[in-house]
């Protein structure tokens, strides 16, 4: 398994604001793609720092969403009020979710 992160700065988020408002529209441009294995969103609501991590079978599949999957990271920072400040690939060692 292999894993994209993105990394984003933008404003301060409200204690109060949906996070999710927009991740539908998102995950419905990906959740088809190839290899695609799901998705992690994480917010720092005080600084307005964010991290997507993408999960994806193998680092082939990964890497042939590079084209679309850049444009969909523009495209949302941008409506977000978000810049992309990075993006990282990495070959996941393990991971665990409680079942």
């Given amino acids: 398994m ?7 700065q933008g404003s301060p988020v ?3 604001g949906d996070l999710s408002a927009s991740s539908e529209a998102v995950v419905k441009q990906v959740k088809w793609m190839p290899g695609f ?3 992690y969103y994480l ?8 991290v997507s991590l993408t999960l994806w079978e193998d680092e082939e599949t990964m890497r042939d969403s590079e084209e679309r999957t850049d444009q969909i990271r523009q495209d949302t920072a941008r409506r977000e009020g978000q810049r992309v400040l990075s ?8 991971s665990h979710l409680k079942p």
Wanted: overall charge neutral; proline content about 3%.
């Fill in 87 to 94: 993006v990282e690939r990495f070959e996941v060692g393990f």
């Fill in 37 to 39: 294995l799901g998705v």
């Fill in 14 to 16: 409200p204690t109060e």
């Fill in 43 to 50: 917010v720092d609501r005080a600084t307005g720092r964010a």
């Fill in 2 to 8: 292999f894993a994209r992160l993105s990394t984003y």
